[in-house]
C-alpha cells in the first residue's frame, strides 16, 4: 500500500502556534481523497483564502482521510464526523476550526458536485471562549536570542520588536526596509508601516553586512536572498511554517511566535496607553482584536481602582 505524505504545518488555534509531524495516510480510496483535496485547494486559491489558512485546512483534512482512508469521502455521514471529532480531546478553539474546515470542504463538494449531499450541515455548533493573553517572559525570549543562529534570531526579534505574524517575517524583502520602518503585507492584502525598534535597527544593519559576504548563521543564500529577507531553497522565501517551527523550537514548550506578538502588544499599551496606535502597529481591523492580546497588569488595575 503506497504511504502519501501530508506536509508538516504549525497551526495557530487558540492563540498559538503548534508544530506537528507528518502523517501518512494509508488506504484503498487515497487517490480520491488526494483528487478532492487538490480540487478544493484550487477553489480555495480562487476564493482568495491566504497560503496559511490554505496550508491548515488540508492538514487538518488529511487527518480525517488517515482516519477513513479505506472509505470514499462521499460515503461518510453526519454520525462519521461526529464520532470522529468527539473522539479527540481538543481544545474548543481547535475543535471549532476543525469543524470550519470539514464544513468548508463538504460545503464546496455538495455545490460543485462532487457529492450530493453535505454531512456537516447538521454538525452541532462549538463553543468557544477567547484564550487570554499570553505574552512570552522577557527570559524565554532573552535564552532563546541567546542560543539562536543569525536567521532565527532575527525572526524572534521581528515577532518581539515589531509584532509581526510568521507569514509575515516570512514574506519581508529587503524593499520593505527603508528609512528606519517596516511595509509589512498583512492578512487580507492590507499593508502597513511599522517603525523599526533600535535593536532590530541594529539586527537588520548587521543582516545586510553579513548578507554581502554570505557568512550569516542558519541561512541557505540562495539568488533570493538579495530580495527576501529569509531566503527558501528554490528561489522564493522561507515558508511561514518554517518560521513559526523555528521561533517554537528556540522559545520552548508553549511559547511560538504569537506569544511573542502578545508580548509586543502588551509592552507598548502599557509604554504607550494608545490602544489604537497599537491596533494599527499589530494591523487588527478591529479594536476589540487588539485587547485580546494585550495583558493588562497588575498594578494598572489597582491604579484603575484607586483613581474612582
Known sequence: MKAIVVETATTSLGGEDRCVEPMHLWGSHLATWVAAIDAWTAWMRAAGCSPSTIELRRFQLGRLAEAFGRRSPWSLNTADLVGWTSGHDWQPQTRLSYRTTLRSFY???????????????????????????????????????????????????????????????????????????????????????????PKLDDALRAERSRRRGRTGSGYRYTAGGQVWLFPG???????PNAVGCAASRLLGPGWTVHTLRHRFATRALRGTGNLAAVQVLLGHADPGTTIRYTKVADQALGDAVRSV
Not at 526596509?177 to 517603525?195: D, N, Q, S, Y
Not at 531553497?233 to 515558508?239: A, I, K, T, V
Open 107 to 197: 460545503g464546496w463538494a455538495k455545490t460543485s458536485g462532487a457529492s450530493r449531499r453535505n454531512p456537516t450541515a447538521t454538525l452541532p455548533s462549538v463553543r468557544t471562549t477567547e484564550p487570554p493573553p499570553r505574552p512570552c517572559p522577557d527570559d524565554v525570549l532573552d535564552r532563546a536570542l541567546a542560543t539562536a543562529t543569525d536567521r532565527n534570531r532575527l525572526i524572534l526579534l521581528l515577532a518581539a520588536y515589531a509584532g509581526l505574524r510568521r507569514a509575515e517575517i516570512a514574506g519581508l524583502r529587503w524593499a520593505d526596509i527603508t528609512a528606519g520602518t517596516l511595509r509589512v503585507h498583512g492578512k487580507g492584502g492590507r499593508v502597513r508601516v511599522v517603525p523599526l525598534h
Open 233 to 239: 531553497q528554490s528561489g522564493g522565501h522561507l515558508s
